[in-house]
C-alpha cells in the first residue's frame, strides 16, 4: 500500500523481470476472483495517499470492471472469439507450418529473447507484467503474424489472473479491433527504456506497424445492448449457494437472510480454452474456491462444470428451488449456465444472482472507449461512497 502513490505512478510501466514486479501491487489474481474487492483497495488507497496521488492507480483498476461491462454490453463479441478460435484451432491442426510457429512462440523458442523470456515465465509463474503482455500480443501479431485468438489463448490458459472480458478485450485492443484506428505497435526502444536494458532488440526485428486487424471485422462492432437484468434471489424459496471463481465473496450478500439449505464450490477453470489449461490456474481456482467455502460453512460440496445436467440434480437433492449465487459476467462458465438452464427449468430451480453496486455503477458507461468511463471516475468514487 505505501508503494501505489507516486511510487506506482512512476514505475509501474517498468518490467523488471521475474520475482522484481516491486512496481506494482500484483493483486490481480485477488482481484480477478473478488477475493480482494476493487472497492476494498480503492478505499485504502484513498486513505494512504489521497485522491491526486492514488489517481493513477484507480484508473487501473477500472479497466478491470470496464471490460467487463463492455463485454456485457456487447455479448456477440465474446461468442465471436468463442467460434473464432475454434476455427484457429482447426487450422492449427491441419497447418503444419503454423503449428510448429505457434509451438515456437509458446515455449519460448523464437528468434527475440525478449518473447522466449516472457513465454517462460508466463508459463513458469502464471504471470506477466501488463506492459510485457502488450509487447508479446503486439509482437504475436504484428510481427509473427499468428493468429491473435491463439495468442489471447495462450494468455487465458496460463494467467493466474485470467478474466474473459480483460483477456479477451486486450488482445482486442491491442490488434486494433477494440477502438477503430488504433492498435499497439511494440517498438524497440520502449522495449529497452522499461526493461531496464534486460532485453534490446533491433528496431529492425520488429515489424513496422502501419495498421490493425480491422479489415477482419469489416462490419465493426456490433451495436450496444441493455445490460442483462439479475435476477434477485427469493429469501422465501428454500435455496442453495453455488461458489463459482467469478466473486469469492458471497458473504457479503447477508447469506443470513436466505433459507440456504446447501454450499457447492464449481470448479470452472477448465472452461477457459479447448485447450489443457494451467494446472497453476486450477490450483489456484481450487484454493480460492475453499478459501471461500471454508469462511462460510463446515461443509460444501464439489462440483465440476463439465455436464451441466449435474446441477440441477445437486440442486434437487438438496431440496432447493433456487440456486442462489453471485452475477456471473460474459465468458465460459455464463455460457456452461446457459447450457444448464433447460434442465434446470425442467427441475423447477431457477438460477438467481446478486449484482455488486460497484459493476452497477461502473457499466452503465462502458459503452465505448476507456476514457468515457475514466471521466465518471469522480461521480463513481463519489456515487460508491468512496470519497
Known amino acids: 500500500m505505501p508503494r501505489l502513490g507516486t511510487g506506482y505512478a512512476h514505475g509501474r510501466n517498468f518490467d523488471l523481470g521475474p520475482g522484481r514486479h516491486e512496481h506494482v501491487s500484483r493483486l490481480s489474481p485477488?482481484?480477478?476472483?473478488?477475493?480482494?474487492?476493487?472497492?476494498?483497495?480503492?478505499?485504502?488507497?484513498?486513505?494512504e495517499h489521497g485522491m491526486e496521488t492514488a489517481e493513477r492507480f484507480m484508473q487501473e483498476i477500472l479497466w478491470r470492471v470496464y471490460f467487463k461491462g463492455w463485454l456485457e454490453r456487447r455479448p456477440s463479441i465474446w461468442d465471436a472469439y468463442r467460434d473464432g478460435l475454434r476455427a484457429d484451432l482447426e487450422r492449427l491442426d491441419a497447418d503444419d507450418d503454423l503449428r510448429h510457429a505457434v509451438h515456437r512462440a509458446e515455449t519460448g523458442e523464437t528468434d527475440l529473447d525478449c518473447m522466449n523470456a516472457w513465454a517462460r515465465e508466463l508459463t513458469d509463474t502464471g504471470y506477466l507484467h501488463n506492459h510485457a503482455r502488450m509487447w508479446f500480443a503486439s509482437i504475436w501479431i504484428f510481427t509473427l503474424r499468428l493468429p491473435w485468438r491463439l495468442g489471447a489463448d495462450f494468455f487465458y490458459r496460463h494467467l493466474l489472473d485470467g478474466d474473459p472480458a480483460s483477456n479477451t478485450l486486450s488482445w482486442r485492443w491491442v490488434a486494433g479491433l477494440h477502438t477503430r484506428g488504433k492498435?499497439?505497435?511494440?517498438?524497440?526502444?520502449?522495449?529497452?527504456?522499461?526493461?531496464?536494458?534486460r532485453f534490446a532488440p533491433h528496431t529492425s526485428d520488429l515489424a513496422d506497424v502501419t495498421e490493425g486487424l480491422e479489415a477482419e471485422e469489416p462490419k465493426g462492432l456490433p451495436d450496444v445492448q441493455p445490460l442483462r437484468p439479475p435476477s434477485a434471489p427469493d429469501p422465501d424459496a428454500p435455496a442453495v449457494l453455488l461458489i463459482t471463481e467469478e466473486d469469492c465473496r458471497p458473504e457479503d450478500f447477508a447469506l443470513e437472510n436466505f433459507d440456504?439449505?446447501?454450499?457447492?464450490?464449481?470448479?470452472a477453470s477448465a472452461l477457459r480454452s479447448p485447450r489443457p489449461v494451467s494446472g497453476k490456474v486450477t490450483e489456484f481456482e481450487a484454493a480460492a474456491l475453499a478459501d471461500t467455502a471454508h469462511r462460510i460453512t463446515e461443509r460444501a460440496d464439489n462440483l465440476q462444470a463439465d455436464d451441466p445436467a449435474q446441477l440441477a440434480l445437486w440442486a434437487t437433492g438438496r431440496g432447493a428451488t433456487q440456486i442462489v449465487t453471485p452475477y456471473v459476467p460474459q465468458g465460459p462458465l455464463r455460457e456452461w449456465l446457459i447450457r444448464a438452464a433447460p434442465e434446470l427449468d425442467n427441475a423447477g430451480v431457477t438460477l438467481r444472482e446478486w449484482r455488486r453496486d460497484w459493476d452497477t455503477l461502473v457499466w452503465p458507461h462502458a459503452t465505448a472507449g476507456y476514457f468515457k468511463v475514466k471521466k465518471k471516475l469522480p461521480d463513481i468514487l463519489h456515487d460508491a461512497g468512496l470519497t
Open 260 to 267: 440456504i439449505r446447501a454450499t457447492a464450490t464449481l470448479a
Open 30 to 47: 485477488y482481484l480477478r476472483r473478488r477475493l480482494l474487492l476493487e472497492t476494498d483497495v480503492i478505499a485504502e488507497v484513498l486513505r
Open 183 to 197: 492498435f499497439y505497435a511494440a517498438e524497440a526502444w520502449n522495449i529497452a527504456k522499461f526493461t531496464n536494458n
